[in-house]
């Protein structure tokens, strides 16, 4: 091996490696580059689910109102309703006790029979 043949296997190392790093800067910017669209990509969709969380809270909490205003309007109908209900079984009774208290009265007549 002369020295024309060390300088050839020289410059040809040479450029082997410096092609060799041109290829691996390329790698690595077109891994950079994806890294960057993943990390946008990712920043987007935590964006778009904290919108979509708000809107599901909002969306609960506003179902919730309408269910608690629900209740409160059926609790006081029920307690309309037992109002008036008791209203009407004392007016029963008293007419009751009357009918009795009249059938009493003429107990030749009438009898009331308990058994």
Known sequence: MNEND???IEELFIRQTEQFQQHVV???ESFDSKLAVVAEGHQMLSETLARVESRLTESFDHKLAVVAEGHRVLSE?????????GEKIDKIAAEVAAHRADTEAHHGIYRVKES
């Open 6 to 8: 060390k300088r050839f």
């Open 26 to 28: 390329a790698v690595m």
């Open 77 to 85: 109908t029920l307690e309309r309703v037992e109002s008036r209900l």
